[in-house]
């Protein structure tokens, strides 16, 4: 098992940065693929960025480019989601997860373990 705990939310106003942490442990839990996903109300879970163990390739999805960054501390055991220039629409709870295998982390279903999830507001 791998236990993730998210820290980091709160209430920001448009434009300003909130910085998300995810902090690991459990079995190896250093090797694995990590995730970001967000769930706005009303909406379904949807992918926000990805970084690989193996390789540290990144991956975000488009409406966060430019503002947002996925980072990890691998001796920490915690990834990190830098978010800047934060909007009301990025207002969600986001969730960290880590996946076993590479292929398709821009899906939840690749995912084998999640935290609990950090509520995000953004204000106008």
């Known amino acids: 098992q791998v236990q993730l705990v998210e820290s980091g939310g709160g209430l920001a106003q448009a434009g300003g940065s909130l910085r998300l942490s995810c902090a690991a442990s459990?079995?190896?839990?250093?090797?694995?693929?990590m995730g970001w996903f967000r769930q706005g109300p009303g909406k379904e879970r949807e992918f926000v960025a990805a970084?690989?163990?193996?390789?540290?390739?990144?991956f975000y999805t488009n409406s966060v480019k430019g503002r947002f960054t996925i980072s990890r501390d691998s001796a920490k055991n915690t990834v990190y989601l830098q978010m800047n220039s934060l909007k009301p629409e990025d207002t969600a709870v986001y969730y960290c997860?880590?996946?076993?295998?590479?292929?398709?982390?821009?899906?939840?279903?690749?995912?084998?373990?999640w935290g609990q999830g950090t509520q995000v507001t953004v204000s106008s």
């Open positions: 997860a880590a996946a076993a295998r590479p292929d398709g982390l821009g899906h939840p279903t690749t995912y084998d373990f």
């Open positions: 970084i690989t163990w193996t390789y540290g390739n990144i």
């Open positions: 459990g079995r190896t839990s250093s090797n694995f693929h």
